[in-house]
C-alpha cells in the first residue's frame, strides 16, 4: 500500500526513521526517471530525513521530461508547478508541513525545483538546484519565498547548461534577498561525490 496516496505524479517514497523528519523531494532531468537518483539517501543523510522520488509527468524518447525545449519551456514549466504545489498540498494533508519540505533537482528538474519555489506563497523549508537555472527571472518571485534557503551547483565544464547563466542568476537571486550558496565544481553536466557532499553539509544545517 502507498503511505502517500493520492500524488498526482509516479513517486517512490523512502520514509525517514522519525515521523517528524524532513522530507527532501528529487525531481530528475530530461530523458531520465527517478530510479536514476535512489541512490541519494546514502550520499545524504540517510534515514535521518524521509525523501521523495518524483517521475516527470510526459514521455519523451527515452525517459520522462518536465517540459520541452527551443522556446517552449514555458507552458510545461507551469504544468509541472501545478503538480508539483498538488504534490506539496498532497504532503500537507499526509502530515508534513511545507517548512519541512526542502524542493531539489538536477537539470531541468532543478529548474522546476525554482521556478516553483520562489513563486511559492507558503515558502518551502529550502531549495537545491543542482546543475539547473532560473527560468523566467524574479518578477513573479512571492515577497514570502524570499526567506527560502537555495543551494545552487554547476559544473565549470557543462556542455549542457552554460556555467555563466547559472552563475549569474545566482547573483540574481542573492541580490533579492533570497539566501543563497552557490557552489561551481571541475565537472560537466553531471554530479559529483564533493557536490554531495557539500549538499549534505546544507540539507544538514536546515534539516537537523
Known amino acids: 500500500?502507498?503511505?502517500?496516496?493520492?500524488?498526482?505524479?509516479?513517486?517512490?517514497?523512502?520514509?525517514?526513521?522519525?515521523?517528524?523528519?524532513?522530507?527532501?523531494?528529487?525531481?530528475?532531468?530530461?530523458?531520465?526517471?527517478?530510479?536514476?537518483?535512489?541512490?541519494?539517501?546514502?550520499?545524504?543523510l540517510?534515514?535521518?530525513?524521509?525523501?521523495?522520488?518524483?517521475?516527470?509527468?510526459?514521455?519523451?524518447?527515452?525517459?520522462?521530461?518536465?517540459?520541452?525545449?527551443?522556446?517552449?519551456?514555458?507552458?510545461?514549466?507551469?504544468?509541472?508547478?501545478?503538480?508539483?504545489?498538488?504534490?506539496?498540498?498532497?504532503?500537507?494533508?499526509?502530515?508534513?508541513?511545507?517548512?519541512?519540505?526542502?524542493?531539489?533537482g538536477f537539470s531541468q528538474g532543478a529548474v522546476v525545483s525554482l521556478y516553483t519555489g520562489i513563486r511559492r506563497k507558503k515558502p518551502v523549508a529550502g531549495i537545491g538546484a543542482l546543475s539547473g537555472y532560473l527560468f523566467g527571472g524574479l518578477d513573479d518571485a512571492s515577497n514570502e519565498s524570499r526567506s527560502t534557503p537555495i543551494f545552487m551547483t554547476h559544473g565549470l565544464y557543462d556542455d549542457v547548461l552554460p556555467f555563466d547563466r547559472s552563475q549569474m542568476h545566482s547573483e540574481d537571486l542573492s541580490k533579492a534577498g533570497y539566501k543563497l550558496d552557490f557552489r561551481d565544481y571541475p565537472m560537466g553536466h553531471e554530479i559529483c561525490q564533493e557536490e554531495m557532499q557539500d549538499f549534505a553539509q546544507w540539507l544538514s544545517a536546515i534539516c537537523l
Open 1 to 44: 500500500m502507498d503511505p502517500l496516496s493520492g500524488l498526482p505524479l509516479a513517486h517512490r517514497y523512502i520514509p525517514a526513521d522519525r515521523k517528524d523528519s524532513n522530507l527532501l523531494i528529487i525531481m530528475h532531468g530530461l530523458g531520465d526517471r527517478m530510479e536514476s537518483f535512489f541512490d541519494f539517501p546514502r550520499l545524504l
Open 46 to 104: 540517510g534515514s535521518k530525513i524521509s525523501y521523495l522520488f518524483l517521475n516527470a509527468p510526459d514521455a519523451y524518447v527515452v525517459g520522462w521530461k518536465w517540459y520541452d525545449l527551443d522556446g517552449q519551456q514555458e507552458a510545461g514549466l507551469k504544468k509541472s508547478r501545478t503538480l508539483l504545489d498538488q504534490t506539496l498540498d498532497a504532503l500537507v494533508h499526509h502530515g508534513y508541513s511545507h517548512e519541512q519540505i526542502v524542493l531539489s
